[in-house]
């Protein structure tokens, strides 16, 4: 096996805390959905599956290890909210606690001197730089706006991401 037990033990927490967010941002998405904000939707229905992605990614890093994937239990998400800043805000928050997710991860690595999992740890970290600053963004945009002005997120978000406007599959 490539990976320690402590290594792969943190690598499956990991799979669920991904699995977690990809159930939390859907969660927003339907919100928003419900709400008619169908750029913030789409912008969320995406992080779900980025997050899903990231899951997978850990999931099958165990297996090529040598390692045995053990899914763990997933809280339901959240589901109601008041307003649009308290999911940006629930976001931002999740992004910065997946980063020190990240960190520990690399942290149990760098201890094994497995130079297989800090390479493939590498990604995550840069990722989420992208993530932080994604999220950090939103939050930014959605405060400036507030409630009565979310059609201008709506519309930041058409023009910030191209492809915003395509069908989904939904």
Partial sequence: MLISDKLETALNRQVGREMGASMQYLAIAGWFDRQS???LARFFYRQSDEERT???KFFHFVIEAGGTVRLPEI???KGDF???VECA???LH????VTKQIYELVDYAQGDKNYIALRFLDWFVTEQLEEVSSMAQLLSIVQRAG???LLFVENYLVRRTPEAGAPDAD
């Fill in 37 to 39: 904000l169908k750029q």
């Fill in 147 to 149: 409630d009565d002005n």
């Fill in 82 to 84: 008041g307003k649009a």
């Fill in 75 to 77: 809280a339901a998400p």
């Fill in 54 to 56: 990231h899951a997978l």
């Fill in 94 to 97: 999740w992004e910065q606690e």
């Fill in 89 to 91: 805000e629930l976001s």
